[in-house]
């Protein structure tokens, strides 16, 4: 995976801000900038070990989803969700989505842990 | 603040057992409706058997230190032993269909390494609306909403 000089380049005019500013703000050195540039790849040498062994790219395997994003896919599922159908509380849904990132046992787990604290069923 | 587990090795154990002895069983009420994704509480995990007169599954309690204790005038049916206090034993549930036609229906769902059946939630709603208890009125839109959400997020569409 290479680092992109013309999207750096195209981001930081977007943004209205200089390369200067941009490498002070993030504490990165121009050498280790361009250092990074020239690179022909910005991954660990043994991603791409894995990824041959595997026989794909390495793109994937790597995560590109962040906290932020999936949050919002989350918050668009949920309104969509409410707007086509008559749901008694938004929150149901809300929760329901948030639970369905989490592995059964560890939804499970949180039912008998609050259940039991509470004593309500 | 970290909670303490609750369900630990030994519930898994218990599951491991009756799945490596073939005894056919399904998880039914809140906790069931908990591991497909409902935002419920629960104080613990209803099993429904098949046959409680399983001899395999007498066997696998006898090998947990834990017994079944039949329904009587003063009790409910009970599974008690220190490995499976998180476990109630239920031989019916209102509202849905026999054990057999329910089960083709369950959902399967992973706990560790193990794939466990679950009845699937909207014979969760038909029970609990069957039973029509004031706690039961309370949860019964909670699980409405989930099913919905259920039926309509890519991940858990069928």
Redesign the interface.
């Known amino acids: 995976m290479k680092l992109s000089g013309n999207k750096i380049n195209r981001l930081i005019r977007k943004k209205k801000v200089s390369l200067n500013r941009l490498l002070q703000k993030a504490g990165v050195s121009k050498t280790a900038y361009y250092s990074l540039i020239h690179k022909q790849s910005v991954l660990p040498k043994s991603i791409h070990l894995l990824a041959d062994a595997l026989g794909v790219d390495t793109g994937q395997m790597l995560d590109r989803t962040s906290p932020e994003i999936n949050i919002k896919k989350l918050i668009w599922?949920m309104n969509?969700?409410c707007k086509?159908?008559s749901?008694?509380?938004k929150e149901?849904?809300w929760?329901?989505?948030l639970?369905?990132q989490e592995?059964?046992?560890i939804?499970?787990?949180?039912?008998?842990?609050?259940?039991?604290k509470?004593?309500?069923? | 603040m970290v909670?303490k587990?609750?369900?630990t090795k030994k519930e898994l154990n218990f599951l491991k057992e009756l799945k490596s002895h073939n005894i056919s069983f399904m998880i039914v009420g809140?906790?069931a409706a908990?591991?497909?994704?409902?935002?419920?509480?629960?104080?613990?995990?209803d099993i429904w058997f098949k046959d409680v007169d399983d001899p395999s599954l007498k066997k696998v309690l006898r090998k947990l230190n834990a017994t079944y204790v039949p329904p009587s005038i003063n009790n409910p049916p009970l599974i008690v032993g220190e490995q499976i206090n998180?476990f109630d034993i239920v031989t019916c549930v209102h509202g849905v269909k026999s054990f057999e036609e329910e089960l083709v229906k369950a959902v399967d769902?992973?706990?560790?390494r193990l794939k466990i059946k679950v009845l699937n939630l909207e014979s969760i709603i038909k029970s609990k609306k069957y039973l029509n208890r004031a706690?039961d009125k309370l949860v019964i839109?909670?699980l409405?909403?989930?099913l919905?959400?259920?039926q309509?997020?890519p991940?858990?569409q069928s």
């Open positions: 599922q969509k969700i086509q159908f749901i008694s509380e149901n849904v929760h329901t989505l639970l369905l592995k059964p046992i939804r499970l787990e949180r039912a008998l842990i609050r259940g039991r509470i004593n309500f069923h | 909670e587990s609750i369900f809140l906790s908990a591991l497909q994704g409902a935002p419920v509480v629960t104080q613990d995990i998180l769902i992973r706990i560790g706690k839109p909670v409405e909403d989930v919905l959400t259920l309509n997020n991940k858990t």
